[in-house]
C-alpha cells in the first residue's frame, strides 16, 4: 500500500482483526497501542472491531463491572459468523492439544511399560456379554 494514502477497514484481513481483538482483550495492548503498533489510521477502527468480534458485551447500559461484562459471552445474545467460526478454531485447538497430550501418554505407556493400548472401535461396548436383568 503507498504511503498516505487511507485505507478502509475491508483492507484488513479477519485474522488480522481477530489477532488485534484478542491482544486488546488479554490486556497485551490498549486499544490505542495497537492503532499505533500496527499503524491503523482510524481513531475508531480497534474500537469497532472489539465490538464487533471481542467477547465483551457493547450493549447500551453495560458498564464495567457489570456482570455481563468480561469474558463470557451472553448466551441470548446470537454470536456473529465471524465469532463463531473463532469460537469453533478455539475448540479445535484444545481438542487437537487433548489428542496429542493423549498420544504421549499411549506413548509412554507402551515405550517404559511394555503396555499395549488398543483404540476401542465406535459403537463398541468395553464390557462382555452383559445381561440386561
Excluded: C
Excluded at 490498549?30 to 477502527?45: F, N, W
Excluded at 472491531?49 to 458498564?63: A, E, N, V
Excluded at 517404559?112 to 456379554?129: A, E, H, I, Q, T
Amino acid at each position: 500500500m503507498e504511503a498516505g494514502k487511507r485505507r478502509s477497514q475491508r483492507d484488513y484481513t479477519l485474522t488480522f482483526k481477530l489477532s488485534v481483538v484478542d491482544q486488546v482483550e488479554k490486556g497485551e495492548l490498549s486499544y490505542k497501542e495497537a492503532q499505533e503498533r500496527y499503524g491503523i489510521q482510524g481513531k475508531t477502527t480497534v474500537l469497532t472491531w472489539l465490538r464487533k468480534h471481542g467477547r465483551q458485551d457493547w450493549s447500551p447500559g453495560t458498564y464495567i463491572g457489570s456482570p455481563r461484562m468480561g469474558s463470557m459471552p451472553d448466551k441470548n445474545r446470537p454470536l456473529t459468523p465471524e465469532q463463531r467460526i473463532k469460537e469453533l478454531e478455539e475448540q479445535l485447538a484444545l481438542s487437537n492439544q487433548k489428542a496429542q497430550f493423549f498420544e504421549a501418554i499411549v506413548d509412554v505407556l507402551k515405550n517404559d511399560y511394555g503396555l499395549s493400548v488398543v483404540k476401542k472401535r465406535p459403537g463398541k461396548s468395553s464390557r462382555k456379554n452383559e445381561s440386561k436383568t
